[in-house]
T-cell receptor, first 114, second 113 residues
Framework: KAGVTQTPRYLIKTRGQQVTLSCSPI?????VSWYQQTPGQGLQFLFE???????NKGNFPGRFSGRQFSNSRSEMNVSTLELGDSALYLC?????????????FGPGTRLTVT | GENVEQHPSTLSVQEGDSAVIKCTYS??????FPWYKQELGKRPQLIID?????GEKKDQRIAVTLNKTAKHFSLHITETQPEDSAVYFC????????????FGKGITLSVRP
Protein backbone atom coordinates (compact mmCIF):
# COMPACT_ATOMS: atom_id res chain seq x y z
CA LYS A 1 0.00 0.00 0.00
CA ALA A 2 1.14 3.51 -0.66
CA GLY A 3 1.84 5.55 2.45
CA VAL A 4 0.34 8.82 3.56
CA THR A 5 1.16 11.64 1.15
CA GLN A 6 1.12 15.37 1.72
CA THR A 7 1.33 18.28 -0.68
CA PRO A 8 3.05 20.60 -1.00
CA ARG A 9 6.19 19.55 0.84
CA TYR A 10 7.48 23.09 1.30
CA LEU A 11 5.71 26.41 1.36
CA ILE A 12 6.78 29.98 1.99
CA LYS A 13 4.08 32.52 2.78
CA THR A 14 3.88 36.08 4.03
CA ARG A 15 2.16 37.21 7.22
CA GLY A 16 -1.51 37.81 6.69
CA GLN A 17 -1.86 35.36 3.82
CA GLN A 18 -3.74 32.09 4.00
CA VAL A 19 -2.57 28.61 3.10
CA THR A 20 -4.15 25.25 2.29
CA LEU A 21 -2.36 21.97 2.87
CA SER A 22 -3.46 18.60 1.53
CA CYS A 23 -3.22 15.06 2.89
CA SER A 24 -4.05 11.77 1.18
CA PRO A 25 -4.41 8.88 3.65
CA ILE A 26 -3.44 5.27 3.21
CA UNK A 27 -6.02 3.47 1.08
CA UNK A 28 -8.83 2.21 3.31
CA UNK A 29 -8.05 4.59 6.16
CA UNK A 30 -10.98 6.83 6.98
CA UNK A 31 -9.53 8.91 9.81
CA VAL A 32 -7.11 11.77 9.24
CA SER A 33 -5.50 13.72 12.07
CA TRP A 34 -3.39 16.85 11.76
CA TYR A 35 -0.47 17.83 14.00
CA GLN A 36 1.80 20.85 14.21
CA GLN A 37 5.45 20.16 14.99
CA THR A 38 7.75 22.92 16.24
CA PRO A 39 11.10 22.72 18.08
CA GLY A 40 9.65 24.43 21.13
CA GLN A 41 6.26 22.78 21.49
CA GLY A 42 6.88 19.40 19.89
CA LEU A 43 3.97 17.62 18.26
CA GLN A 44 0.60 19.17 19.00
CA PHE A 45 -2.77 17.86 17.91
CA LEU A 46 -4.81 20.17 15.69
CA PHE A 47 -7.89 18.16 14.75
CA GLU A 48 -9.16 14.85 13.46
CA UNK A 49 -11.61 14.10 10.67
CA UNK A 50 -13.56 10.92 10.22
CA UNK A 51 -16.26 10.34 7.60
CA UNK A 52 -16.09 14.00 6.54
CA UNK A 53 -16.81 15.20 10.11
CA UNK A 54 -14.50 16.81 12.60
CA UNK A 55 -14.38 14.37 15.49
CA ASN A 56 -11.78 15.97 17.74
CA LYS A 57 -10.20 19.37 18.03
CA GLY A 58 -7.07 20.58 19.79
CA ASN A 59 -6.36 23.93 21.41
CA PHE A 60 -5.63 26.03 18.36
CA PRO A 61 -7.31 29.30 17.32
CA GLY A 62 -10.14 29.38 14.80
CA ARG A 63 -7.68 30.46 12.10
CA PHE A 64 -6.86 26.78 11.80
CA SER A 65 -9.57 24.78 10.07
CA GLY A 66 -9.89 21.65 8.06
CA ARG A 67 -12.17 19.45 6.07
CA GLN A 68 -12.38 15.95 4.71
CA PHE A 69 -13.73 14.77 1.41
CA SER A 70 -15.74 11.67 0.60
CA ASN A 71 -12.57 9.88 -0.57
CA SER A 72 -11.04 10.54 2.89
CA ARG A 73 -8.52 13.06 1.57
CA SER A 74 -8.21 15.99 3.93
CA GLU A 75 -7.17 19.60 3.73
CA MET A 76 -6.25 22.03 6.43
CA ASN A 77 -6.38 25.77 6.07
CA VAL A 78 -4.65 28.49 8.04
CA SER A 79 -5.92 32.01 7.55
CA THR A 80 -4.24 35.29 8.46
CA LEU A 81 -0.84 33.66 8.86
CA GLU A 82 1.40 34.71 11.74
CA LEU A 83 5.16 34.25 12.10
CA GLY A 84 4.48 31.71 14.86
CA ASP A 85 2.64 29.46 12.41
CA SER A 86 5.97 28.48 10.88
CA ALA A 87 6.16 24.76 11.54
CA LEU A 88 6.10 21.28 10.09
CA TYR A 89 2.48 20.23 9.58
CA LEU A 90 1.98 16.51 9.71
CA CYS A 91 -1.07 14.50 8.96
CA UNK A 92 -1.63 10.95 10.12
CA UNK A 93 -4.12 8.42 8.88
CA UNK A 94 -5.64 5.47 10.68
CA UNK A 95 -8.03 2.64 10.01
CA UNK A 96 -10.78 3.62 12.38
CA UNK A 97 -11.72 0.07 13.27
CA UNK A 98 -9.49 -0.58 16.27
CA UNK A 99 -9.96 1.64 19.30
CA UNK A 100 -7.80 3.59 19.57
CA UNK A 101 -6.27 3.06 16.11
CA UNK A 102 -2.62 3.07 15.04
CA UNK A 103 -1.67 6.27 13.25
CA UNK A 104 0.74 6.54 10.33
CA PHE A 105 2.27 9.87 9.46
CA GLY A 106 2.87 11.58 6.17
CA PRO A 107 6.16 13.34 5.34
CA GLY A 108 4.77 16.72 6.37
CA THR A 109 4.52 20.16 4.84
CA ARG A 110 7.19 22.62 5.97
CA LEU A 111 5.52 26.03 6.22
CA THR A 112 7.64 29.12 6.59
CA VAL A 113 5.92 32.42 7.30
CA THR A 114 7.97 35.57 6.63
CA GLY B 1 -6.47 17.05 29.47
CA GLU B 2 -3.68 14.54 29.12
CA ASN B 3 -0.08 15.53 29.83
CA VAL B 4 2.82 13.35 28.74
CA GLU B 5 6.31 13.94 30.05
CA GLN B 6 9.40 12.35 28.63
CA HIS B 7 12.80 12.12 30.24
CA PRO B 8 15.66 12.45 29.83
CA SER B 9 15.66 14.87 26.89
CA THR B 10 18.91 13.51 25.49
CA LEU B 11 20.57 10.13 25.84
CA SER B 12 23.92 8.97 24.57
CA VAL B 13 24.93 5.31 24.62
CA GLN B 14 27.76 3.21 23.25
CA GLU B 15 26.95 0.94 20.35
CA GLY B 16 25.86 -2.44 21.67
CA ASP B 17 24.59 -1.07 24.99
CA SER B 18 20.92 -0.85 25.95
CA ALA B 19 18.88 2.35 26.04
CA VAL B 20 15.81 3.01 28.15
CA ILE B 21 13.49 5.97 27.59
CA LYS B 22 10.78 6.71 30.13
CA CYS B 23 7.48 8.56 29.86
CA THR B 24 4.81 9.44 32.37
CA TYR B 25 1.20 10.34 31.68
CA SER B 26 -1.43 12.07 33.76
CA UNK B 27 -4.82 10.80 32.56
CA UNK B 28 -5.75 7.41 33.96
CA UNK B 29 -8.31 7.08 31.13
CA UNK B 30 -5.49 6.78 28.57
CA UNK B 31 -5.22 3.25 27.29
CA UNK B 32 -3.03 3.36 24.17
CA PHE B 33 0.66 4.23 24.18
CA PRO B 34 2.60 4.34 20.89
CA TRP B 35 6.26 5.13 20.34
CA TYR B 36 7.50 6.97 17.27
CA LYS B 37 11.00 7.31 15.87
CA GLN B 38 11.83 10.39 13.83
CA GLU B 39 15.09 10.64 11.92
CA LEU B 40 16.32 14.02 10.82
CA GLY B 41 14.14 15.41 8.04
CA LYS B 42 11.83 12.40 8.00
CA ARG B 43 8.33 11.58 9.17
CA PRO B 44 7.62 10.09 12.61
CA GLN B 45 7.55 6.32 12.22
CA LEU B 46 5.49 4.07 14.50
CA ILE B 47 7.91 1.53 15.95
CA ILE B 48 5.90 -0.15 18.70
CA ASP B 49 2.78 0.42 20.75
CA UNK B 50 1.08 -1.03 23.80
CA UNK B 51 -2.48 -1.06 25.03
CA UNK B 52 -3.49 -0.86 28.66
CA UNK B 53 -4.56 -4.49 28.91
CA UNK B 54 -0.95 -5.59 28.32
CA GLY B 55 2.07 -5.05 30.56
CA GLU B 56 4.87 -5.65 28.08
CA LYS B 57 5.34 -6.05 24.35
CA LYS B 58 8.48 -7.00 22.43
CA ASP B 59 9.50 -6.76 18.80
CA GLN B 60 13.03 -7.94 18.09
CA ARG B 61 15.42 -5.46 19.76
CA ILE B 62 12.74 -3.14 21.09
CA ALA B 63 10.27 -3.60 23.92
CA VAL B 64 7.77 -1.42 25.73
CA THR B 65 6.59 -1.83 29.31
CA LEU B 66 3.56 -0.23 30.92
CA ASN B 67 2.87 0.40 34.58
CA LYS B 68 -0.73 1.59 34.84
CA THR B 69 -0.60 2.07 38.59
CA ALA B 70 2.35 4.43 38.40
CA LYS B 71 1.18 5.84 35.06
CA HIS B 72 4.45 5.39 33.26
CA PHE B 73 5.70 3.45 30.27
CA SER B 74 9.17 2.84 28.91
CA LEU B 75 10.88 2.00 25.65
CA HIS B 76 13.78 -0.45 25.83
CA ILE B 77 16.25 -0.82 22.96
CA THR B 78 18.83 -3.59 23.27
CA GLU B 79 22.07 -4.02 21.30
CA THR B 80 21.87 -0.43 20.05
CA GLN B 81 23.21 0.38 16.60
CA PRO B 82 24.19 3.74 15.04
CA GLU B 83 21.02 3.63 12.93
CA ASP B 84 19.01 3.77 16.15
CA SER B 85 20.15 7.40 16.52
CA ALA B 86 17.03 9.54 16.17
CA VAL B 87 14.42 11.45 18.15
CA TYR B 88 11.97 9.17 19.96
CA PHE B 89 8.49 10.36 20.91
CA CYS B 90 6.10 8.69 23.31
CA UNK B 91 2.39 9.42 23.17
CA UNK B 92 -0.85 8.58 24.92
CA UNK B 93 -4.42 8.34 23.73
CA UNK B 94 -7.70 8.12 25.57
CA UNK B 95 -10.08 5.21 25.30
CA UNK B 96 -12.56 4.72 22.49
CA UNK B 97 -11.98 5.43 18.81
CA UNK B 98 -10.34 8.69 19.72
CA UNK B 99 -7.37 9.39 17.47
CA UNK B 100 -6.07 12.31 19.51
CA UNK B 101 -2.51 11.57 20.53
CA UNK B 102 -0.79 13.64 23.20
CA PHE B 103 2.97 13.53 22.65
CA GLY B 104 5.95 13.93 24.91
CA LYS B 105 8.59 16.48 23.88
CA GLY B 106 10.87 13.82 22.47
CA ILE B 107 14.27 12.47 23.38
CA THR B 108 17.34 12.59 21.16
CA LEU B 109 19.14 9.25 21.27
CA SER B 110 22.72 9.19 20.06
CA VAL B 111 24.47 5.85 19.60
CA ARG B 112 28.25 6.24 19.57
CA PRO B 113 30.01 3.79 17.25
Amino acid sequence: KAGVTQTPRYLIKTRGQQVTLSCSPISGHRSVSWYQQTPGQGLQFLFEYFSETQRNKGNFPGRFSGRQFSNSRSEMNVSTLELGDSALYLCASSFAGAAPPEQYFGPGTRLTVT
Amino acid sequence: GENVEQHPSTLSVQEGDSAVIKCTYSDSASNYFPWYKQELGKRPQLIIDIRSNVGEKKDQRIAVTLNKTAKHFSLHITETQPEDSAVYFCAASESGANSKLTFGKGITLSVRP
